[in-house]
């Protein structure tokens, strides 16, 4: 009886720290969550220097999401040694790129890079929508899936301008899905 007394009291002591400290453990949470930066304010425009691949860790040991072309505007938020993390304003899953492939965005020389010489021939490199105009506001004309080839004749805002090949209007693709074809 004496045993059963000592263990019901020992049960009951311990069950009051576990609730304690999960309680303690709680309160820290709360105060360590809102102690996080806001993803909001550390978010800077870059731009990749080349063509580079984006992966979903901070090694070139991680599996590989895509392909960025060069001149690609992005959104950094952070990073981890040589590698720098971004995120998609178009709910993409965000991933890593190398330190070394980009550049902090400067408007001027972003469209003086943007300025194709004559026609430029790419290819998607996933599937994406081709657009009335340069941005997602814009209706889509059509579907293009990956490895299309377009012909580029202009660049906007992180967007291409393509020519159509059957005398259509220009549409416009988002140049994040789209790199120089190779011949």
Known sequence: MIKNIKLLVYVSLV?????????CKNKDQKSGLQALPDLNEQARSYMTTEN???????????????????????TVVGRDGEWVLIVSKK????????????????????????KPQGENKYQ????TQ????????????TE????TKITVVEQENGWLKVESKRGNKPGFVDASYARPAEN
């Not at 984006?54 to 992005?74: C, E, H, M, W, Y």
């Not at 998607?124 to 599937?127: G, R």
């Open 52 to 74: 580079t691949k984006l992966r979903t860790g901070p090694g070139p040991q991680f599996r590989v999401l895509g392909d960025i072309p060069s001149n690609a505007k992005i």
């Open 91 to 114: 709910g993409n899953a965000p991933g890593f790129l190398e330190m070394a492939s980009v550049k902090p965005w400067e408007a001027g020389a972003a469209a003086e890079a943007e």
């Open 15 to 23: 069950s009051s720290i576990v609730v304690s400290l999960a309680a």
């Open 130 to 141: 081709l657009r009335s105009g340069p941005g997602l506001q814009y209706p889509v004309v």
């Open 144 to 147: 293009l899936t990956k490895g």
């Open 124 to 127: 998607t490199v996933a599937d």
